[in-house]
Nanobody, 127 residues
Framework: EVQLVESGGGLVQAGGSLRLSCTTS????????IGWFRQAPGKEREGVSS????????YYTGSFEGRFTMSSDNAKNTVYLQMNSLKPEDTAVYYC????????????????????WGQGTQVTVSS
């Protein structure tokens, strides 16, 4: 059974940091790209970052690069999203997802290419 389990969300003040984790099981981790997406109330889901498990290449959309850093621990089949300098507009449910094959910047705009999804973790940034 494929599972992706996010953790690490919570309430933080603006300017603070959080580290999200996504622990996966049930598929060959190295064959997949793992992505982070988020969805705020009333807004469409948007891609944040992704990592190719095979070679560790990372990709970010828009304004996230420089504030957010994605990494992986292949031995633990786990990826992380370090989020710094958080803003109230970062408030959203954050999801991790797994898509077969290598990653790219463009895949973050194609969430339908990601086969498996976690249940999400809430991140709330207060002003």
């Amino acid at each position: 059974e494929v599972q992706l389990v996010e953790s690490g969300g919570g309430l933080v003040q603006a300017g603070g940091s959080l580290r999200l984790s996504c622990t996966t099981s049930g598929f060959t981790f190295d064959d997949y790209t793992i992505g982070w997406f988020r969805q705020a109330p009333g807004k469409e889901r948007e891609g944040v970052s992704s990592i190719s498990s095979s070679d560790g290449s990372t990709y970010y959309t828009g304004s996230f690069e420089g504030r957010f850093t994605m990494s992986s621990d292949n031995a633990k089949n786990t990826v992380y999203l370090q989020m710094n300098s958080l803003k109230p507009e970062d408030t959203a449910v954050y999801y991790c997802a797994a898509g077969l094959g290598s990653g790219s910047y463009y895949r973050l705009y194609r969430p339908y290419e990601f086969n498996y999804w976690g249940q999400g973790t809430q991140v709330t940034v207060s002003s």
